[in-house]
């Protein structure tokens, strides 16, 4: 069980990372000339650093409790995927989405 848990945390950090990454791949390719380009690449990954850190970080004192977390973490997850399908990326919106259900799945099954 403890394996089990271990990795069900290492593959939602993976999906944290893949999350910011896609963020900042959305804001580069919908920035219009090259300043606006860096500003959403930074930005909308921070935002949801920001928002994440805050609501759904393990020692945040504002941690969202159940079923609250689990819900909001799919709500960045699939909007993210959604706005990668949204600017012509089509198969990694649904891998995103996808593992992003299991591994919520899992937490929550696991009681993480």
């Known amino acids: 069980m403890a394996f089990l848990k271990t990795a069900s945390m290492?593959?939602?950090?993976?999906?944290?990372?893949c999350m910011i990454f896609a963020l900042?791949?959305?804001?580069?390719?919908?920035?219009?000339?090259i300043l606006w380009k860096l500003i959403l690449t930074i930005t909308l990954p921070a935002v949801a650093i920001g928002l994440w850190g805050y609501f759904a970080?393990?020692?945040s004192a504002h941690r969202l409790q159940r079923p609250y977390l689990p819900i909001f973490k799919l709500v960045l997850y699939i909007t993210?995927?959604?706005?990668?399908y949204k600017i012509?990326?089509?198969?990694?919106?649904?891998?995103?989405?996808?593992a992003a259900i299991l591994s919520e799945s899992l937490a929550w099954a696991l009681h993480q």
């Open 10 to 17: 290492a593959i939602a950090f993976l999906l944290e990372l």
């Open 24 to 33: 900042g791949y959305y804001g580069f390719y919908i920035g219009s000339d």
């Open 57 to 59: 970080a393990p020692k």
């Open 80 to 84: 993210t995927a959604f706005l990668l």
């Open 88 to 98: 012509g990326v089509h198969h990694y919106p649904f891998i995103l989405a996808s």
